[in-house]
């Protein structure tokens, strides 16, 4: 018999690439979602796909759907603009969803690996950020209700493996993009991509100095699979340790679209991280795992991907 996965927002951006490899991966996969911010069109391409079913389930309530090896625990908002509209959901389920996913996975004995974030590190004063650093965290500012729901799931993914013995993973996820993000969602690589592709200006926030370490979605899935057959409980970075400011990455966008757009300076949000960057050296040595699509290459592979969205969009001439 197959082993059964269960990825908690399944129908979200990193969530649906999951079940991809994790069903090319010979599991069978439970996705559930309260669509909140995820999307049905995400994993459309698996409705006849026999080894996969999608539930309809808010994990802020206990929940149930069946025995599983495994627990992928991915709901969440994620960008920014979605997590402070959505703020108290960002930090119900990143406290009650987190714990009902690791009850879960100790009624089914099942292993639990946790998507967490390079958030946890705040506006980081140690650069380039490793495992071992604790962070710069504003408790009460407009991140913090996406940065301390993160911080607390990893503290209760630690206890839940603690005292009840759950067979945990954590992974500190950094700043990844590719087809199936959302247009909308407010990210750099969504908006660059799509105002390029209208030929409208590229909002650069602050001066652009900040700087962000993007990840080819393909590589950011392959590092989470090779974590999960890991013994590894504490935190492990997954992220492209290649650094661009935002100015660079804007230029990199314009070029690969071939646009003739221009860059337009707008305000910096409040506490906007001035540096981003992984070291990556525990997931080298622990997973052999690495990024291999440098930015240029990703963002043409992502090509197709938001032309088609920014066309869907675009209204209907009269
Ligand atoms: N950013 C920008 N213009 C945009 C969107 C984002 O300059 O249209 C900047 C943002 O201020 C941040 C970086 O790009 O410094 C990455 O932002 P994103 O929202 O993608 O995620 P974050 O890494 O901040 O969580």
Known sequence: M????????????????????????????????????????????????????FLHIDINRPFECGPVNYVFHFASPASPVDYMVHGIDTLKVGSLGTMHALEFAH????KFLF?????????????????????????IGPRS???????????????YHR??????????????YG??????????????????????????????KQTRSFCYVNDEIDGFLKLSKSEEHF??????????????????????????SNIRYEKLPQDDPRQRR?????????????????LNAGLEMSLDYFREAVAAEMPLKA
């Open 2 to 53: 197959k082993p059964r996965a269960l990825v908690t927002g399944g129908a979200g951006f990193l969530g649906s690439h999951l079940c991809d490899a994790l069903l090319a991966d010979g599991y069978s996969v439970v996705a559930v979602d309260n669509l909140l911010t995820g999307r049905m069109s995400n994993i459309e391409h698996l409705r006849r796909e026999g080894n996969f079913e």
């Open 107 to 110: 009624k089914h004995r099942a």
């Open 115 to 139: 998507a967490s974030t390079s958030e946890c590190y705040g506006d980081p004063l140690e650069h380039p950020q490793k495992e071992t650093y604790w962070g710069n965290v504003n408790t």
């Open 145 to 159: 209700v996406y940065d301390e729901a993160k911080r607390f799931s990893e503290a209760l993914t630690m206890a």
């Open 163 to 176: 005292y009840r013995g759950v067979d945990t993973r954590i992974v500190r996820i950094f700043n990844t």
């Open 179 to 208: 087809p199936r993000m959302q247009l909308n969602d407010g990210r750099i690589i969504p908006n660059f991509m799509k105002q390029a592709l209208r030929g409208e200006d590229l909002t650069v926030y602050g001066d652009g």
């Open 235 to 260: 935190p492990v970075n997954i992220g492209n340790p290649d650094e661009f400011t935002v100015l660079e990455c804007a230029k990199r966008v314009i070029a690969v679209t071939s646009s003739k």
């Open 278 to 294: 992984p070291d990556i050296s525990k997931a080298r040595k622990l997973l052999g795992w690495e990024p291999k699509i440098a």
